[in-house]
């Protein structure tokens, strides 16, 4: 199984696993948005045995949507915290405000590593159907060289999730398929933002922790089990 990483932003580590898992289970065990949230956190490893096992071809995209006080942004970092620093521009998440070419460079060879993006309604005038279809399909565009030879095309299996204030999907031609490769969520993610604070206290002291005991919790089940369980 191949296992990659974003050669641009190296993962890191802080806390441990017990402090992680802890002190979270008093905001996560009775709030599902939450509990949804780290499940699609971890989801990039299966995505790509699921890949391998061709059972499944896409790669997948979510999208958190909804106003500034649901609590959004702070289930991003949740599920970031799953693989190391949530911090925006310096951990994990990388904004909107990046190129959509930055986009497809940091998702080369990410295979089994999942990608975040916060504020995607940055771009509010932005036509997203060609992005959400190669981002699914694991692969950019074909391009040519100056010289008329054909670029190396860039290849991921991935998860990858989205914050926005507004719906992605209205911002696309409606094409049916894009219902299919984008699932948008809209709802109240943390209890308050009392609760909100204290999770990100906790992720900001304890991450990259969880990735290790859940890749290895994976391997165990295999593919044929996990086949049957998709």
């Known amino acids: 199984v191949k296992f990659s990483a974003d050669p641009l932003i190296a993962p890191t580590s802080k806390g441990t696993f017990e402090s992680w898992r802890d002190g979270l289970q008093p905001f996560v065990?009775?709030?599902?948005?939450l509990q949804l949230a780290l499940a699609m956190g971890a989801s990039a490893p299966v995505v790509t045995l699921l890949n391998i096992c061709n059972v499944f071809k896409d790669s997948l995209i979510w999208a958190f949507v909804g106003g500034s006080s649901t609590g959004k942004s702070t289930s991003l970092k949740?599920?970031?915290s799953v693989w190391g620093s949530a911090n925006i521009g310096t951990g994990l998440i990388n904004t909107m405000f990046d190129t959509e070419n930055f986009l497809f460079a940091t998702l080369t060879k990410k295979y089994g590593f999942p990608h975040f993006i916060d504020e995607a309604s940055i771009r509010d005038k932005a036509d997203f159907t060609s992005m959400i279809y190669q981002l699914s399909m694991g692969s950019e565009r074909g391009r040519c060289?100056?010289?008329g030879s054909p670029k190396e095309i860039k290849h991921w299996s991935s998860s990858i999730t989205f914050t926005s204030e507004k719906s992605l999907l209205l911002q696309t031609n409606q094409n049916k398929g894009l219902f299919a490769r984008l699932v948008e969520i809209?709802?109240?993610w943390t209890k308050d933002g009392r609760s909100a604070n204290k999770i990100l206290k906790i992720i900001g002291a304890n991450y990259g922790v969880a990735w290790l005991p859940f890749v290895?919790?994976?391997?165990?089940t295999g593919k044929k089990s996990l086949i049957q369980m998709f």
Do not use: V
């Open 29 to 33: 065990e009775d709030r599902p948005e």
């Open 78 to 80: 949740l599920s970031a």
């Open 145 to 147: 060289n100056n010289d």
């Open 186 to 188: 809209n709802c109240q």
């Open 216 to 220: 290895k919790t994976l391997m165990k």
